[in-house]
């Protein structure tokens, strides 16, 4: 997907999507943590790692970050790229959605974690899920 290597462009962060049906958890968050796990995502050089959790029957959304990323958004940053995707499906164009909260994770990504990614592109970019 170009939204997610337009989103790690310029920083030394990796972006991963994930996308599923229903969300096995009440709580979002603790279902983005797992695949956050699961994804392998903890072990990109100084874990610098944002997953997008989307889950559209249960209409959920959540956005996990590794240590090296966690706390650079201000007050209701995360909670903005959530609003992005969900104002994508309500105008029934996801697609924008994922690529508008894409491109404010790249900007945060760019102040919190800037420079050149000397590890590389250490995750696939693609949406994973069902």
Same mark, same amino acid.
């Given at each position: 997907?170009?939204?997610?290597?337009?989103?790690?462009?310029?920083?030394?962060?990796?972006?991963? #999507?994930?996308?599923?049906?229903?969300?096995?958890?009440?709580?979002?968050?603790?279902?983005?943590?797992?695949?956050?796990?699961?994804?392998?995502?903890?072990?990109?050089?100084?874990?610098?790692?944002?997953?997008?959790? #989307?889950?559209?029957?249960?209409?959920?959304?959540?956005?996990?970050?590794?240590?090296? #990323?966690?706390?650079?958004?201000?007050?209701?940053?995360?909670?903005?790229?959530?609003?992005?995707?969900?104002?994508?499906? +309500?105008?029934?164009?996801?697609? +924008?959605?994922?690529?508008?909260?894409?491109?404010?994770?790249?900007?945060?990504?760019?102040?919190?974690?800037?420079?050149?990614?000397?590890?590389?592109?250490?995750?696939?970019?693609?949406? +994973?899920? +069902?």
């Amino acid at each position: 997907m170009q939204a997610i290597a337009d989103a790690e462009r310029g920083n030394r962060g990796e972006v991963r #999507v994930h996308v599923e049906g229903v969300c096995p958890y009440e709580d979002a968050m603790a279902r983005a943590e797992e695949l956050f796990e699961e994804l392998g995502m903890p072990e990109t050089a100084a874990d610098t790692g944002v997953l997008l959790y #989307v889950a559209r029957e249960s209409r959920e959304c959540a956005v996990f970050a590794g240590t090296g #990323v966690h706390g650079a958004g201000d007050d209701g940053f995360w909670q903005g790229v959530a609003d992005a995707v969900a104002i994508g499906y +309500s105008r029934n164009d996801p697609v +924008s959605g994922f690529e508008m909260a894409l491109l404010r994770l790249g900007d945060l990504l760019r102040h919190a974690v800037p420079g050149e990614d000397t590890a590389g592109d250490e995750l696939r970019n693609a949406v +994973s899920g +069902s």
